[in-house]
């Protein structure tokens, strides 16, 4: 069976400090990635997706970037922070063939102060 | 461009009553149409989807969803709420299946 992981669930960090969240997803090959932020427990915010190995696909311009090293992982980095960057932040990985759902990670909770 | 639109913010139900969660859409061409479901401090669950078919879907844990092209509606019901089903309910659509656009979010309080 699939699985996917994140870490770490939580992360306080200063204002201007460097960001690195990592996703993977086991038991699938080639899965599309994405990452989403959720802000005050509502809706979701698509930041980046991927389709393939070194392939991004970036949705809000920000503080942000994201990186696909190997076929099933998936990062998220800042190089300064911004209070603003706060929220929760999810993972997402689906199989690339028709018709397929998105399954989620546990999310990440990051405190920017 | 796509969209969704999840009218309350909030649906308070009594345990074995009827549920339902209210979702509207606009997106070019034939929609992809999803439910999630989400517990405080946790990630998001597939509850169940629209493709193509039947237009009455049902999913996980009960619940069931009918798509409704002319009013552009996907709204998820359950026949008894029960008190676990207290959550953060999300509909989510699409032009492809890829890449989707998520609602604000419901939350659902079933009082005992």
């Known amino acids: 069976s699939q699985t996917i992981h994140q870490w770490p669930a939580t992360l306080v960090q200063p204002v201007g400090s460097p960001l690195s969240l990592e996703c993977t997803v086991e038991?699938?090959?080639?899965?599309?990635l994405y990452w989403y932020r959720q802000a005050a427990g509502r809706g979701l915010q698509l930041l980046f997706y991927s389709v393939g190995i070194g392939q991004i696909s970036s949705e809000v311009p920000q503080n942000l970037s994201a990186s696909r090293p190997q076929d099933r992982q998936f990062i998220l980095s800042s190089k300064k922070l911004l209070l603003s960057d706060s929220g929760f932040y999810l993972c997402a990985w689906r199989a690339s063939w028709r018709d397929n759902e998105q399954f989620f990670g546990p999310g990440t909770r990051l405190t920017v102060l | 461009a796509q969209s969704v639109a999840q009218p309350e913010d909030q649906v308070n139900v009594a345990e074995g009553n009827p549920l339902t969660v209210k979702c509207t859409y606009s997106v070019s061409g034939n929609p992809y149409l999803f439910w999630y479901v989400q517990y405080p401090n946790r990630g998001l669950q597939f509850l169940l989807k629209?493709?193509?078919?039947?237009?009455l879907v049902k999913g996980s844990y009960g619940f069931e969803a009918e798509f409704n092209k002319s009013q552009t509606s996907f709204h998820l019901k359950k026949p008894s709420a029960l008190v676990s089903d207290s959550a953060l309910y999300f509909c989510a659509v699409g032009a492809n299946d890829y890449k989707l656009s998520f609602g604000a979010g419901t939350t659902v309080t079933v009082r005992a």
């Open positions: 629209y493709i193509t078919g039947d237009n």
């Open positions: 038991g699938t090959s080639n899965p599309n």
